[in-house]
């Protein structure tokens, strides 16, 4: 069974470029999330999707980031227009659903974002 | 904010069993214990998770004390790969519309050769 996929590895834009992050859950999965890193700080949560419709969107910073699941599969992060504060590691995770008492969830590998 | 708290840091010599402690006095009767790791350009992974009782899979024990206020996560065998940062963490069941994982700073463990 592949693992989340994450693209891309790396990123380096500009300052006020536009950037896309994709995550590929696995299969099944109907819990999508997506987290990040920003240096020298934790790991925090952005977002919670169900199927398509986001469930949980507490973390988002502001309103330059857009998350998207058309379709319940892949989803979508676009950071517009980056800001040098944006730099950090952007992970995924999916899990199963909430019929099981543990829901582990599942990471992918980060996409590092560098904005210049 | 995280409900637990580690030590930062700790180190273990390879081929030892690791305990990494965690304390979390506030958690709740329908809180599990967690543990995930982060290994250095990797994503977070999860290890175990435990109510109250006693937990042991391939990867790790996890040891919960009767009033369910620490843990103690043991990796049996250290070895050079598990060199990483370990997150305990309490989290609802995913009954509850919170299901967020809150990651805190975690312990850093250093598996010396």
């Known amino acids: ?116 | 904010d995280a409900k637990t708290t580690q030590p930062p840091s700790m180190d273990c010599a390879e081929g030892r069993a690791a305990n990494l402690p965690c304390n979390h006095s506030t958690i709740s009767g329908n809180e599990y214990v967690y543990w995930y790791r982060q290994i250095h350009s990797q994503g977070p992974q999860y290890i175990i998770h435990g109510l109250k009782n006693n937990e042991t899979n391939e990867m790790a024990s996890l040891i919960i004390t009767e009033d369910r206020k620490s843990s103690t996560l043991i990796l049996p065998h250290a070895t050079l790969r598990d060199t990483a940062v370990y997150y305990c963490i309490v989290r609802v069941p995913p009954s509850n519309r919170d299901d967020k994982i809150i990651f805190g700073k975690g312990t850093r463990l250093h598996i010396l050769p």
């Open chain 1, 1 to 116: 069974e592949a693992g989340v996929t994450q693209f891309p590895s790396h990123s380096v834009i500009e300052k006020g470029q536009t950037v896309t992050l994709r995550c590929d859950p696995i299969s099944g999965h109907d819990n999508l999330y997506w987290y990040r890193r920003v240096m020298g700080k934790e790991i925090k949560f952005l977002l919670h999707f169900v199927k398509e419709s986001k469930q949980d969107e507490s973390g988002m910073p502001n309103n330059r980031f857009l998350a998207e699941r058309t379709g319940g599969t892949y989803s979508t992060l676009k950071v517009q227009p980056a800001e040098l504060e944006d730099s950090g590691v952007y992970f995924c995770a999916s899990s199963r659903g909430r019929s099981l008492s543990y829901n582990e969830q599942f990471f992918g590998p980060g996409t590092r974002l560098t904005v210049l």
